[in-house]
């Protein structure tokens, strides 16, 4: 089994609560925006980070981070994608993999909305994990964490981030 800490739309903002809320965490996901190579690689210092870019990295991220990235942990195929919609809406950037060769889990962030959502048509989980960083329309920040276990998927918790 593995713990996940996972964040998104950080926008180059850094808060200590990121490293408190994930220290019980095997590894740290970030669905993209990170917004600076320092959130970045203050994450990768603390844990095993994956990651993907989004729309507001520069090449800097660009050159270290895919746009796409799919692998497998503990058994379980994931597919991460900064924009990438959710079920039912998925961007056409992502459609053709997603019906093709479907994962487990989906994640993607891009639309500063939580949410969490199994896509009975493609039999997957989908995590949005909201944002984490300071910029956009949100009104609460959002970091998630659960277990991966052989496919399964367990105690999922949505930590608000205050201030």
């Known amino acids: 089994m593995k713990k996940i800490g996972l ?3 950080t926008h180059g903002y850094w808060d200590d609560k990121y490293l408190y809320y994930f220290e019980p965490c095997d590894e740290i996901w970030h ?3 990170i917004g600076s190579l ?3 690689r203050r994450l990768a210092d603390f844990r095993p980070l994956r990651a993907v870019y989004g729309n507001i990295d520069g090449q800097d991220l660009r ?3 895919p746009q796409t990235l799919r692998f497998t942990i503990e058994g ?3 597919l991460m994608k900064h924009i990438g ?4 809406h998925y961007d056409p950037s992502i459609r053709g993999s997603l019906l093709v ?7 993607s962030g891009h639309s500063h909305i939580l949410k969490v959502k199994y896509d009975k048509t493609l039999g997957m989980l ?3 994990p909201g944002a984490a960083g300071i910029s956009g329309f949100h009104k609460v920040r959002t970091l998630v964490r659960f277990n991966i276990s052989q496919g399964t998927f367990s105690d999922l918790e949505v930590i608000e981030l205050a201030g």
């Open 7 to 9: 964040l998104s739309d």
């Open 31 to 33: 669905a993209g925006d």
């Open 38 to 40: 320092d959130v970045a």
């Open 63 to 65: 050159r270290l981070y």
């Open 76 to 78: 379980t195929e994931i």
């Open 85 to 88: 919609g959710y079920p039912g």
């Open 101 to 107: 060769r479907p994962p487990k889990l989906f994640v």
């Open 126 to 128: 989908h995590i949005n």
